[in-house]
């Protein structure tokens, strides 16, 4: 992929905690070098260092919540989704330029657990100021943008089964759909319709979706 591609390509080992791979796309634009990989102990945060600080922080806390919502899924479902994030990355000139960067988990160990994330990175055409870092989940069987964690108020107490039952049907599945979609049962997904209801003290559904999820241009 990396001798195809002009994107930067690198993989992270979760485990360890560092990277394990990055290409050669765009490392005279951005200053680093692909063999500094060699020297673990010298590596720090590799590409992280070229985030705009303003970024860096909202991106990580990006990825926690991602995390959450991955592990409240089934291990065989985990891989199914892919992070899209925009944000602000600084050039050898003192620059930034606005990137778009997509990663996915590839790899994971034998307890379900993300292991290898790949991800890639490319300049965005438009190079407007961006008024924040912005992100979608995208699932990459069934096509559909999928956003729970950034779209719900703190305070609401749902579970992230049924924060992503009721985005099913924010997005217009039936139930039947919905649990041929999650591998689940019919009465399943009626019964946390039911829960998510009771929790948000509402009577159908368009209240639950107007209580939980906030409106938000990507």
Not at 103 to 120: C, F, P, S, T
Not at 134 to 159: A, C, M, R
Request: aromatic share 10%; net charge neutral; hydrophobic share 35%.
């Amino acid at each position: 992929m990396s001798q195809i591609s002009q994107s930067c390509l690198f993989t992270v080992d979760v485990f360890r905690g560092r990277y394990d791979f990055a290409s050669s796309g765009f490392s005279d634009l951005f200053g680093y070098k692909s063999e500094w990989l060699n020297a673990i102990e010298k590596q720090g945060d590799f590409l992280e260092d070229m985030v705009h600080p303003d970024d860096l922080e909202k991106l990580i806390k990006m990825q926690i919540d991602h995390s959450h919502f991955i592990y409240s899924l089934e291990p065989q479902y985990r891989n199914d989704y892919s992070n899209i994030y925009k944000f602000r990355m600084r050039t050898v000139h003192k620059k930034y330029l606005n990137v778009i960067s997509r990663q996915r988990v590839i790899q994971q160990d034998v307890n379900g657990k993300a292991w290898i994330v790949l991800g890639e990175v490319n300049i965005l055409p438009d190079q407007r100021p961006l008024d924040d870092v912005q992100k979608i989940t995208v699932n990459l069987k069934t096509g559909e943008i999928i956003d729970p964690l950034n779209k719900f108020d703190d305070d609401i107490s749902l579970s992230q089964r049924e924060i992503e039952i009721l985005n099913f049907v924010r997005l217009g599945y039936l139930s039947k759909e919905i649990a041929d979609k999650l591998y689940i049962s019919l009465d399943t997904v009626n019964n946390h319709r039911k829960n998510i209801l009771r929790k948000l003290q509402v009577s159908n559904s368009m209240e639950a979706i107007n209580a939980v999820f906030r409106k938000r241009d990507l």
